[in-house]
């Protein structure tokens, strides 16, 4: 009889053990169901993924800043040799141009994923890595608009999801309001190159700094984004204000370029005010999170001319 009662209570604990089994698998997916997840890269594809990538490439300089940005360098295994913000990005693997990366660098890294940089998925870079079975996430970011997609993209493909929607906000919050009545202010020459002199219109990423920085491109409605112009032509436009992106360190070759620029428009209200301003073309070349830097350098370079 006591044999018969032990026997019933083993029964009663089995059957308890595996309906408890059955009800806490039903209750928590497995995890690979719950790691699986999709992302819309620029061209609208949709990146299907298993997990988080855990070595990443970035073959642009404004996708390595934000995965630093968002603390998500730890899967960064390799940069373009162009990639030098922030000075930590210099110690990952150097796989060459973006354009023409180093492949068999890249072949060797391994990566899981290689975000890239380009225009549109027939780039004759992406064909070739994609041929070579990489699995890419094309994102090419050309406004504060595709900035903070990037940012979203980057931090849903890395785990960051929260970090990347506070950035997002801070970017926002920090951004000056260009939508208000005389926001543009001042009139203004971008120049991206001297010899031969050449502006940008109002497609461009660097044309939307300046317009966040309160300045009205003087050549906004030209059709080209990269038109060559004449001097002559700047003296009729008259800008208030000359903004120069350029490397800010070759202070022998800017000041080279000062020199042409006061003596071939010299006339101009900008170079009778002295209000010629060089700008690190970093930041304003590279759609990224230090688009907030930029607006605030431009601005604050501009007030301190006005003091003097």
Do not use: W
């Not at 940069?79 to 030098?84: K, L, Q």
């Not at 899981?112 to 890419?136: H, K």
Request: glycine residues 6%; proline residues 5%; charged residues 25%.
């Amino acid at each position: 009889m006591q044999r018969g009662k032990i026997f019933s209570k083993v029964i009663h604990c089995i059957l308890f053990f595996q309906i408890t089994v059955v009800l806490f698998s039903c209750a928590k997916p497995s995890g690979n169901i719950q790691s699986k997840f999709s992302v819309k890269d620029d061209t609208g594809l949709e990146v299907n993924f298993d997990s988080h990538p855990k070595r990443i490439i970035s073959l642009g300089p404004n996708i390595t800043e934000t995965i630093y940005e968002l603390g998500a360098d730890s899967v960064l295994v390799g940069v373009t040799e162009y990639c030098d913000y922030p000075p930590q990005a210099k110690t990952k693997t150097n796989t060459g141009s973006y354009l023409s990366p180093d492949y068999e660098i890249i072949s060797s890294l391994k990566p899981d994923l290689i975000i890239i940089n380009v225009e549109s998925s027939n780039n004759p870079t992406y064909q070739s890595l994609m041929n070579m079975g990489f699995r890419l996430f094309l994102s090419h970011a050309r406004d504060l608009t595709g900035i903070n997609k990037m940012i979203s993209d980057i931090g849903k493909i890395t785990g960051v999801n929260e970090r990347a929607d506070l950035l997002i906000k801070k970017i926002s919050s920090e951004l000056p309001d260009v939508t208000k009545p005389d926001s543009l202010s001042e009139t203004a020459l971008i120049i991206i190159a001297v010899n031969p002199l050449m502006t940008t219109n109002d497609k461009t990423f660097i044309n939307e700094i300046s317009e966040l920085a309160g300045f009205r491109n003087i050549y906004a409605g030209e059709e080209q984004e990269y038109p060559v112009i004449n001097y002559e032509d700047v003296v009729n436009r008259d800008p208030d204000v000359i903004i120069f992106p350029t490397d800010t360190l070759k202070t022998g070759k800017n000041s080279e370029y000062e020199t042409e620029i006061r003596e071939r428009i010299h006339n101009s209200g900008a170079v009778k005010s002295g209000n010629i301003i060089f700008i690190d073309d970093d930041i304003m070349f590279r759609p990224g999170p230090r688009i907030t830097d930029a607006v605030k350098t431009l601005r604050n370079k501009y007030i301190r001319k006005e003091l003097k």
